[in-house]
């Protein structure tokens, strides 16, 4: 589902980044691609779109947030205060964000290094680095 | 203006706290409040509030977000990540977030323990304990 986010945002002529939030049971609560381009709004990446998408959550215990690409710091740190408990990352190649603080803080980390999504973001990077930059705050 | 937020918010019957961020020079670029209740947006905390309405920006080098209330993880993540550089807070009374953190990493943290603005929060949580608590994502 965090591969079709990706794609979609990619069509949309966004940044091809994608995320969903599942619940312990392995229900689908919510899920979202980044929309920086297609809304003009800079607060939503990939996982605070899926964090929005799953709606007011008395609790995110046992919670999973999968996404294409490792958490930057907003992210991680969506992931931290809320007690999410799980994320599963598509590639930290071309992004290395949070994680590793995230895991060090009891989080569960698992990193898949998928080469289609590394391929894609790679291609995404050269071909609108401004957009990147901006999308991860540097200048 | 922060506060002007935080007021507002309370009238709409939501979480009162608000936030302003403001460029280099003293411009305002962005101001907002928490709108979980207003919105049933989970996403949506006061510094991230501000910093959506501020529309997108190349680059926030300078920028001082000045909220009423420590920034949680997922605020301070957002500060991190986006280079802000500096953070002016009105009261970690009631909450302590993440600021000392955005310190040891180089952002300008000031806080002012504003009288009035703990007995806001410390009145808000006494009467919406359940509200409060699932905001900050505390089972």
Redesign the interface.
Known sequence: MAIEEAKTGRAEGGIPIGAALFAADGRLLGRGHNR?VQD????MHAE?SA??N????????GTTMVTTLSP???????V????ISNVLIGEATTFHG?HDWLAEHGVGVTVVEDQELVELMTTFISERPELWY?D????
Chains 1, 2 share one sequence.
């Open positions: 920086r003009n709004d800079a607060s605070t964090f929005r799953a709606g007011r959550q008395r609790s995110y215990r930057c710091w907003y992210c991680s740190g969506l931290r205060q809320f007690g949070g901006e991860i705050g540097q200048d």
